[in-house]
């Protein structure tokens, strides 16, 4: 289903949809008409050049940012009009692995995974400390429980703020460029982490990335964001095979023509 | 060329206007958790390191610059009162300008510096890393996890620094008045007595719970709102002190106002010869 009409009808029953969703920061028009739905339990991929709105439409989905124009739903509810407060008990059951990890700098690894749950629940210290610990184990990361974040590698950080994403065992866990900075033995581990935590968890994942081969590794569905709007819609498959190209091009990593131009200008 | 001024200063309005308004959203959302929860003991330990650093760490910068300022009004006041003759009564004006004015303001001044500037950057800090967002997400309001403890340490703890600062440059004030340029000690006390009351003290004290407020709000609002990268970070923490700084001068002057108002409405004129 390559090349979907934008307003293409919603299916009614989508655990997350995004209808019709426009967003502007200034006079940068960064969502123009943007309707997606994901369905429980599957690996979406979004990818798209650098500033073509990934990140701005991941954080829509969790009420970190609010569209100007157009609805957000989360499993039957829509969420872009709720107050923050009202908003919370939602956000629970989500997981959001940052970009750069955004683990607490004044935290050790082991308050930083057991936040959520310290927050959230009312289990006694040796529960959350068993939940923790299994939680590290399962990111491979047993003995770091100590350290403090600013001690660990770019990788060893994301694989302790997934760690803290899953914390509350999640139905939703949203990945924001999770391999972006790491080597690509380390981006693998994380690819594999992410895949490895979907058929455990059974959890809804939603990646937005621009590192091809990982798109290509965890997708069931993969989405281009072009200028804004969709510009490409299907199978990790159908992707590598698209004619279009604007995505032909992305996909393989090659310039524009135009830009190869100014550079050479 | 008129109409590009008139625009740009109505743009500016609209701007310091929309600011404004953001901040009392803040500082409204700030009340409003302050009303929720707050002898909870998950608000409470996120309370008491905050007051370590805000309270304990300022004693010692505080209790100088509070000790010397009276050293130094008793420097200055002395030659003026000996050339009338009056240097006996130098304790009621230099203590009266102690705890009515320089203590609390420059307790104020001094935690602006030391603890506007510090909240500001660590918690610019957190929001350029998304430290911030990474709150939210996982459901902690980060006005009730990170604003609140901070506001409430400079609300309390102001006063209290407050109190040692006017200790101090009371001290200050009689080491040198009376110890170095050798002006008799009873009379010193006498018209200390005289000059300052109770209200008089507790005005300062009261003075600087808001001066607490108001270097506590401004710091975390300039941290949450800076802009992007080390310089937006840099940027919000000058911004920061200098609002403080600005706040403090305008409170002081209303409170300064309003308490002669009540001051003399109460007591009538409390002279100090």
């Not at chain 1, 009808?9 to 502007?24: N, V």
């Not at chain 1, 972006?180 to 935590?197: S, Y």
């Not at chain 2, 953001?22 to 390191?49: D, H």
């Not at chain 2, 902690?140 to 109190?163: E, K």
Request: a neutral charge.
């Amino acid at each position: 289903m390559l090349f979907q009409s934008l307003n293409h009808s919603i299916p009614s029953m989508s655990f997350i949809e995004l209808k019709h969703l426009y967003k502007s920061f200034g006079p940068l028009k960064v969502l123009r008409d943007l309707s997606l739905s994901i369905e429980k339990g599957s690996s979406l991929v979004v990818i798209g050049a650098s500033g073509s709105g990934k990140s701005v439409l991941l954080k829509h989905i969790v009420g970190l940012l609010r569209p100007d124009k157009g609805e957000v739903w989360f499993d039957g509810a829509r969420i872009d009009q709720l107050p923050e407060r009202q908003l919370m008990p939602t956000r629970q059951r989500f997981g959001f692995l940052f970009q750069m990890g955004a683990l607490f700098d004044s935290l050790t690894v082991d308050e930083n995974v057991a936040f959520p749950l310290v927050e959230h629940t009312k289990k006694p210290p040796e529960e959350i400390a068993r939940i923790v610990a299994e939680k590290l184990k399962m990111v491979g990361l047993p003995e770091v429980g100590k350290t403090m974040p600013a001690e660990l590698s770019g990788g060893q950080r994301k694989r302790v703020a997934l760690a803290r994403a899953i914390a509350l065992e999640p139905q939703v866990i949203m990945y924001d460029e999770p391999t972006t900075g790491l080597d690509p033995v380390r981006a693998d581990v994380i690819n594999e982490l992410i895949i490895k935590l979907k058929h455990e968890l059974n959890v809804t994942s939603f990646v937005v990335t621009h590192d091809m081969q990982s798109a290509f590794k965890i997708a069931d569905r993969i989405v281009m964001i072009h200028e804004g709007r969709i510009r490409a819609d299907g199978t990790p498959d159908e992707i590598r095979n698209s004619k279009d190209e604007i995505v032909r091009k992305f996909v393989l990593g090659e310039a524009d023509e135009e830009e190869l131009r100014a550079l050479n200008a | 060329m008129p109409v590009r001024t008139i625009e740009r200063i109505g743009s500016w309005t609209i701007q310091g206007l929309a600011s404004f308004g953001e901040f009392c959203t803040f500082a409204g959302r700030t009340f409003l958790w302050l009303t929720v929860g707050i002898f909870q003991w998950k608000n409470l330990r996120l309370l008491l390191p905050q007051m370590y650093e805000v309270g304990v760490r300022s004693v010692p910068v505080v209790a100088v610059t509070g000790a010397f300022i009276g050293m130094v009004l008793a420097v200055e006041t002395h030659t003026q009162f000996k050339t009338l003759g009056q240097e006996f009564r130098l304790g009621s004006i230099i203590n009266l300008s102690v705890v009515k004015q320089i203590g609390p303001v420059l307790a104020g001044v001094m935690l602006a510096g030391r603890i506007g500037g510090a909240l500001t950057a660590e918690l610019g800090t957190m929001n350029v890393t998304e430290q911030i967002d990474a709150l939210r997400v996982m459901g902690a309001d980060p006005i009730r996890y990170l604003v609140v403890p901070r506001f409430l340490a400079c609300v309390l703890l102001l006063p209290i620094l407050t109190i040692y600062s006017d200790l101090l440059g009371v001290l200050g004030g009689w080491f040198v008045a009376v110890k170095t340029l050798g002006v008799p000690s009873e009379p010193y006390w006498q018209y200390s007595a005289q000059g300052v009351d109770t209200w008089q003290v507790m005005e300062g004290i009261i003075k600087a719970v808001f001066f607490g407020g108001a270097i506590g709000l401004i710091g975390c609002y300039k941290g949450f709102t800076c802009g992007a990268g080390a310089s937006g970070v840099g940027r919000a923490c000058t911004e920061s002190f200098v609002t403080s700084f600005i706040a403090i001068i305008v409170l002081n002057f209303f409170f300064a106002h309003l308490a002669q108002e009540w001051y003399t409405g109460l007591y009538g004129i409390r002279g100090i010869f």
